[in-house]
């Protein structure tokens, strides 16, 4: 199942290094196919964020939620399950730092 017509929203919300793929794109089978290593997992979910900022994580579970689509997260691109099939897929594995806010 394709994204919703309205994914360049999505696309739009992300930072300008978060990056939304979608199936047809050359990336999204690089991305699809990396994500599965261990070919346990053979998905084709609707959509690949590469997310490299903390607005890239929040637009793509607003959106997700918005959309009432499925979620895979994937940090370390070793999971099975993080292709499902027509979920929104949130790699987080371009983000390399995480700062911890200890008052909240």
Same mark, same amino acid.
């Given at each position: 199942?394709? #994204?919703?017509?309205?994914? =360049?929203? #999505? &696309?739009?919300n992300?930072?300008? *290094?978060g +990056?939304?793929?979608?199936?047809g794109?050359? $990336?999204? $089978? @690089?991305?699809?196919?990396? %994500? ?12 690949? +964020?590469?997310?490299?900022?903390? &607005?890239? +994580? %929040?637009?793509? =579970? =607003?959106?997700?939620? %918005? ?6 997260v994937?940090v370390?691109? %070793? !999971? ?7 979920a929104? @897929? #949130?790699?987080? !594995?371009?983000? *390399? $730092?995480? *700062? +911890?806010?200890? *008052?909240?």
């Amino acid at each position: 199942t394709p #994204l919703p017509d309205d994914c =360049i929203t #999505l &696309a739009h919300n992300l930072k300008p *290094t978060g +990056v939304l793929l979608t199936p047809g794109a050359q $990336e999204y $089978e @690089v991305a699809r196919t990396w %994500q599965a290593w261990n070919n346990m997992s053979s998905g084709i979910p609707s959509g690949i +964020v590469l997310a490299t900022a903390p &607005a890239d +994580v %929040q637009a793509a =579970i =607003i959106y997700a939620a %918005q959309h009432n689509l499925d979620l895979c997260v994937t940090v370390a691109r %070793q !999971s099975q399950y993080c292709m499902n099939d027509n979920a929104l @897929v #949130l790699d987080m !594995s371009r983000m *390399t $730092e995480c *700062t +911890v806010d200890a *008052t909240r």
